[in-house]
Nanobody, 118 residues
Framework: QVQLVESGGGEVQAGGSLRLSCEAS????????LGWYRQTPGNQRDLVAT???????NFADSVKGRFTISRDNAKNTVHLQMNSLKPEDTAIYYC????????????WGEGTQVTVSS
């Protein structure tokens, strides 16, 4: 079993920055990718940023140039640095981790609230 614990959410004014962290623990074998999704009330959970086991990153168009994702392999931690935040970035941010190459297993954190005020 895998556990994911997010931290770093909060409230910030537009133009500000926040750094989210997610620490994974448990049986982490055959890592495929990990990263962040976000969700607002009444909407689906959307991809924000991912990083593969090989270090390849992918970002939603809406956050390109503003968000960066990084991984600390030794600590099984992934970080999301969010700069130039906008009110539309307000959401619950969920960390995820996918294991396996064919039989994929995805685990989710409980989410952390990010609120950007105008």
């Amino acid at each position: 079993q895998v556990q994911l614990v997010e931290s770093g959410g909060g409230e910030v004014q537009a133009g500000g920055s926040l750094r989210l962290s997610c620490e994974a623990s448990g049986s982490i074998v055959s890592l495929n990718s990990l990263g962040w999704y976000r969700q607002t009330p009444g909407n689906q959970r959307d991809l924000v940023a991912t990083i593969t086991s090989g270090g390849t990153t992918n970002f939603a168009d809406s956050v390109k140039g503003r968000f960066t994702i990084s991984r600390d392999n030794a600590k099984n931690t992934v970080h999301l640095q969010m700069n130039s935040l906008k009110p539309e970035d307000t959401a619950i941010y969920y960390c995820y981790l996918t294991l396996g190459m064919s039989n994929l297993r995805t685990y989710w954190g409980e989410g952390t609230q990010v609120t950007v005020s105008s």
